[in-house]
């Protein structure tokens, strides 16, 4: 196979074209004993409670600052995993592109999977490739399915949060959506923001290990930003949630992007933020590890869990005035003036 | 983020709020023209901070609000037709009588979300065998960008590219509020980005002739704080004057380079607004030389019947007669996902932002 080669219906079809792509380019990439099977699926051992997470992924451009979609549909599942206080082990894999992708682009698209993979010390145990006809796909989409095992000391869950519990972010907001943002079609500006785009695992299974189930809730807030996060845990809890606008890390460039736009930082979509709601006795020692990690140096404790305003997130602006968060309605439009 | 982070800083904010808490000594209403202002305002937290003497007033000032439902009517029409509309992206969602021009899209017709008219141009080019109409809404901020839209199809020999026009214009919008027998206005805090094009030597006659003061204001809360102070002493002194407290953007003769665009593209006429009616001279139309520009002419969209859903109180809230929260389908029948009216959906609006921000135990 050429990689001058664009992807063509017959790479779909299940025939020879089909055969030669898997074997040249998955086989051999993700090559290990369960794949090599080769069947129609994988026949796997998992000891313990175990967690499983699904996503799909769908991002244009599929190559942005910082990262590309493979690399984005291998953290995403093994965060939502790494989320319900599991180690991710196994991870399933489906393609459908889109007729005329570049054979070059697929390969470094997988290629990425490999390497995110390894990174979060997960293995492809089972995938699918579908071809779909140009103008009826965006390039490539990508589904992930993600199994892990619950790590002995996890006991995360929504019930488990309770007045006073603090909020601790791990890094700062709004950088993948505007990283896309500023290299999507008709709307192109120079700047040099990446996406934050990371695995969460390990350092959510060092929380775990250091301070078990005084980890109330593990979230990461990809779309919908910090905000729906927020609104969720106010909404499923009936508690309230206090946050202070002056404790949230944003990068200078992604704040002065989003001001441009329009655009409110706490619901632009991120891909390497988590929000952890942890007792307030080990708030502080959270807060301290956790800013020794490479993927959590920002880290902040942004607020705390109240019993006053019940199902409200209420943020204290920089200059001491309050206002609410409510849940992102619809898509955030960039306004006109 | 230079002229960001000073204009956020709690110390001066917190400076300016006990001016004005030390300076006011009776109930003053004080209008914010521009919908980025009640934004902030609400999205700060500043009306809580403010003495309860001083009420804000939310004027008319957002763009998408005031546009008439028939002229979103008029462009989902186009796109049923098959022509190619352009649109800013918070026109999109607000409802015309029947649907959205989101609706519209999501049915199949051609809609594109732009960022700039111009690129609305290219498009037109893109598509020579199609009519290509940007829906050129917006106050005086945006008209230049739509102007200069264009000249560059004329440059460009374009004959399928033409504008469908609802510029409103401020000045005269202030004069209709005044004029409203129900008016209780003592003080407006001027739309600082209108006025970056436009200057502030139009709202001088307008101090004058109804002894009010107007501080033109940016949309920080330092810039906001410093207005409403700006006002309440010209008030309390019982002075009327047009003062500039956005001099970092604003000059009093404007941008004189987009005026002049402005000017070759557009005259004043007459224009309906939501909710308001049809107020004189408070508008730009297509100038004659520019009229195979006009969607309104090549199209032959006529009339502009003004209709609002009936329990929808955008007009009384687009005058500052009312709040948000005093409409009886606040946050129940209208919302964000259901608006009744523009105010509600646009991220401008007033009832949007408090809706979204107000921590008012009034509000819902």
């Known amino acids: 196979m050429s990689k001058e080669d664009i992807i063509n219906l017959g790479h779909g079809s299940g025939g020879s074209m089909t055969r030669t792509l898997l074997d040249d380019v998955i086989f051999k990439t993700f090559s290990n004993p369960l794949l090599n099977q080769k069947h129609d699926g994988s026949i796997l051992e998992l000891k313990g409670k175990i967690a499983i997470s699904t996503d799909s992924f769908v991002v244009s451009p599929i190559f942005f600052r910082g990262g590309n979609i493979g690399e984005l549909a291998v953290n995403g599942t093994v965060n939502d995993v790494a989320m319900c206080g599991a180690q991710p082990k196994y991870l399933s894999l489906a393609f459908i592109v889109e007729e005329g992708l570049k054979i070059e682009e697929f390969i470094a698209i997988v290629n990425s999977i490999k390497a995110t993979a390894d990174r979060c010390g997960v293995e492809i145990v089972t995938g699918d490739t579908k071809v779909v006809e140009r103008g009826k796909g965006d390039k490539i989409f990508i589904n992930t399915t993600g199994v892990g095992v619950i790590h002995p000391k996890a006991n995360i869950s929504m019930e488990r949060i309770k007045v006073g519990d603090k909020i601790i972010i791990n890094g700062n907001i709004a950088q993948h959506g505007m990283a896309i943002m500023s290299q999507r079609e008709g709307l192109e500006f120079e700047s040099d923001i990446v996406s934050d785009t990371a695995n969460l695992n390990y350092i959510a299974n060092e929380l775990l290990d250091q301070f078990g189930d005084d980890v109330h809730l593990f979230r990461d807030a990809t779309r919908g930003g910090v905000a729906s996060v927020l609104s969720e845990i106010a909404l499923d809890t009936g508690k309230g949630v206090y946050i202070e606008e002056k404790n ?32 307030q006795s080990v708030a502080t020692e959270v ?51 | 983020m230079k002229y960001l982070e000073e204009y956020r800083n709690l110390e001066a904010t917190n400076q300016y709020l006990s001016l004005i808490a030390n300076k006011v000594t009776k109930p003053w209403n004080i209008m914010e023209i521009c919908g980025g202002q009640t934004h902030s305002l609400v999205r700060n937290g500043i009306l809580e901070l403010l003495p309860k003497q001083v009420q804000m007033i939310h004027g008319p000032g957002c763009p998408v609000c005031v546009t008439p439902v028939s002229l979103i009517d008029k462009a989902i029409e186009l796109l049923e037709k098959g022509v190619i509309v352009c649109s800013f992206g918070d026109m999109i969602r607000v409802p015309g009588t029947k649907k959205s021009l989101l609706e519209a899209k999501a049915e199949g017709a051609d809609l594109r979300v732009l960022y700039s008219p111009l690129e609305a141009v290219e498009v037109a080019k893109a598509n020579p065998n199609r009519e290509v109409v940007f829906f050129a809404v917006g106050f005086e901020t945006t008209a230049p960008a739509n102007a200069i839209s264009v000249l560059h199809a004329e440059k460009e020999g374009l004959k399928n590219y033409s504008i469908l026009v609802s510029h409103v214009l401020v000045p005269p919008a202030m004069e209709a509020i005044l004029d409203d027998e129900f008016c209780n206005i003592d003080a407006f805090l001027g739309a600082g980005h209108v006025c970056a094009i436009m200057g502030y030597k139009e709202y001088m006659p307008i101090s004058e002739k109804y002894k009010i003061p107007i501080v033109i204001t940016g949309f920080e809360p330092l810039d906001l704080v410093q207005g409403i102070y700006m006002a309440v002493s010209q008030l309390e002194a019982n002075e009327y004057t047009v003062e500039n407290q956005y001099a970092r953007v604003v000059k009093k003769e404007g941008n004189i380079a987009a005026k002049e665009v402005i000017s070759k593209v557009f005259r004043v006429g007459d224009r309906e607004w939501r909710g308001i009616g049809k107020i004189p001279n408070s508008g ?9 520009f006009d969607a309104g002419i090549k199209f032959q969209i006529i009339g502009n019947d003004n209709v609002l859903h009936t329990k929808c109180i955008a007009g009384e809230i687009l005058k500052g007669l009312k709040k948000p929260y005093q409409c009886p389908a606040f946050g129940k029948e209208c919302n964000p996902t259901n608006p009744l009216g523009a105010p509600m959906v646009s991220s401008e609006g007033a009832c949007a932002a408090y809706y979204h921000f107000s921590v008012d135990e009034n509000v819902l």
């Open chain 1, 287 to 337: 807060l301290r590890q956790m800013q020794t990690n490479q993927n959590a140096k920002n880290s902040m404790c942004i607020g705390e869990i109240t019993q006053s305003n019940s199902k409200k997130v209420v943020m204290e602006s920089v200059i001491g005035g309050k206002r609410i968060v409510t849940p992102l309605i619809g898509e955030q439009l960039p306004r006109i003036c």
């Open chain 2, 284 to 292: 730009y139309l297509i100038s004659e030389e520019y009229k195979a």
């Open chain 1, 248 to 279: 949230l890390p944003i990068d200078k460039q992604v704040s002065a992007a989003c001001e441009i736009l329009g655009l409110d930082p706490l619901y632009v979509a991120n891909e390497g933020v988590f929000l952890a709601v942890v007792d």
